[in-house]
């Protein structure tokens, strides 16, 4: 029986998830779930995921959420390479350390981007829009702060944010950082040490794949954003 999961491709940790296994070849059944439908609220799937949120893991009668341990469980049940999530303590620390942080530095900043600018795309901005542009600046400020930092602290020169190889901390970052880029601003510009890191992981997960799972993000502009709630 494989190991099945359920994903709405414009959740950035249902990306990552993609990613990590298609990447590693897994005997993963990929079954598709559309938040902005209310699918996730549905008897069937409270049962592979009580918190009714995607990513989720279903491998037999063991269930599972959250993308990072979601990862890990793939990583130490198909024995994946090492420089995915080491096994030496230091190099481990670094991904573990990057991982930690995430949740309340770029993921809350450029999630807050996305919103911000697809609701007002729609046209269904979620403040008045005398206060919309001084909400985007400081909104913006957050994010540059977040991208200085992966810069400056967790990005090695030449390297990933784990060393030398790409981990799964790089694909909980791009994806990350790929969020406030698909509504429309180019976090890149003007950042050759972040530009240069999107590269290498491109290169590493390959072109083909990476624009797959980006390319419901990347459309997002014509779609509503309602599917941002329901992820973890």
């Given amino acids: ?83 995915w999530f080491p096994k030496d303590l230091q190099k481990r620390a670094r991904v573990n350390e990057y991982l930690s942080w995430q949740h309340l530095g770029i993921r809350m900043h450029g999630s807050k981007i996305f919103v911000m600018k697809v609701n007002f795309h729609i046209g269904q901005p979620e403040t008045p829009l005398s206060n919309l542009r001084d909400k985007m600046a400081r909104a913006m400020e957050d994010l540059n702060w977040s991208l200085d930092l992966i810069e400056k602290t967790f990005i090695k020169d030449g390297g990933f944010i784990g060393g030398e190889q790409i981990s799964i901390a790089d694909l909980v970052a791009i994806v990350e950082i790929m969020q406030p880029f698909a509504s429309g601003v180019d976090v890149f510009q003007g950042r050759a040490k972040l530009s240069a890191w999107k590269e290498r992981v491109v290169q590493a997960v390959g072109k083909e794949l990476f624009d797959e799972a980006h390319k419901t993000i990347l459309s997002a502009k014509d779609s509503s954003s309602g599917a941002r709630l329901g992820q973890g």
Avoid: W
Avoid at 41 to 70: Q, W, Y
């Fill in 1 to 83: 029986m494989s190991l099945k999961l359920f994903l709405d491709m414009i959740s950035q940790p249902c990306r990552s998830v993609f990613l990590f296994a298609k990447k590693n070849n897994l005997p993963v059944e990929v079954k598709l779930i559309s938040l902005k439908n209310g699918e996730q609220h549905t008897e069937k799937f409270r049962k592979v995921n009580p918190l009714r949120k995607v990513p989720a893991l279903k491998d037999g009668d063991f269930c599972m959420g959250e993308s990072i341990p979601m990862m890990e469980y793939m990583a130490e049940k198909f024995n994946t390479p090492d420089h």
